[in-house]
Nanobody, 124 residues
Framework: QVQLAEAGGGLVQAGDSLRLSCAAS????????LAWFRQAPGKQREFVAL????????YYADSVRGRFAISRDNARNMMYLQMNRLQPEDTAVYYC?????????????????WGQGTQVTVFS
């Protein structure tokens, strides 16, 4: 069992940066692939980024590649999402998720554990 809790969301201006964090509790955190998803009002939840259990492999959605960076610290049971050059279209609730597929997954239904989400709002 893994419990996840996001933090770091907020209201920012276009072009600013934010760093989201995801704190995990429970055992074997370092055995899970992790990912960030987001859901904007009136839209389906979408994949943002994933990281493998070792942290060696990452993958990003086209819309954030080059602006966002995912990382994890298994010693601290933490995952992060550094978001740079934020745009209004990045406005959404951001969720961290864990799945037993160590390589990580872009598919939300493959994730067994989810956080409650943190709101990110970007104004122009």
């Amino acid at each position: 069992q893994v419990q996840l809790a996001e933090a770091g969301g907020g209201l920012v201006q276009a072009g600013d940066s934010l760093r989201l964090s995801c704190a995990a509790s429970g055992r074997a955190f370092n055995m899970y692939g992790l990912a960030w998803f987001r859901q904007a009002p009136g839209k389906q939840r979408e994949f943002v980024a994933l990281i493998s259990w070792t942290g060696e492999d990452t993958y990003y959605a086209d819309s954030v590649r080059g602006r966002f960076a995912i990382s994890r610290d298994n010693a601290r049971n933490m995952m992060y999402l550094q978001m740079n050059r934020l745009q209004p279209e990045d406005t959404a609730v951001y969720y961290c998720a864990a799945n037993s597929r160590r390589s990580g997954s872009r598919v939300d239904r493959e994730h067994e554990y989810w956080g409650q989400g943190t709101q990110v709002t970007v104004f122009s």
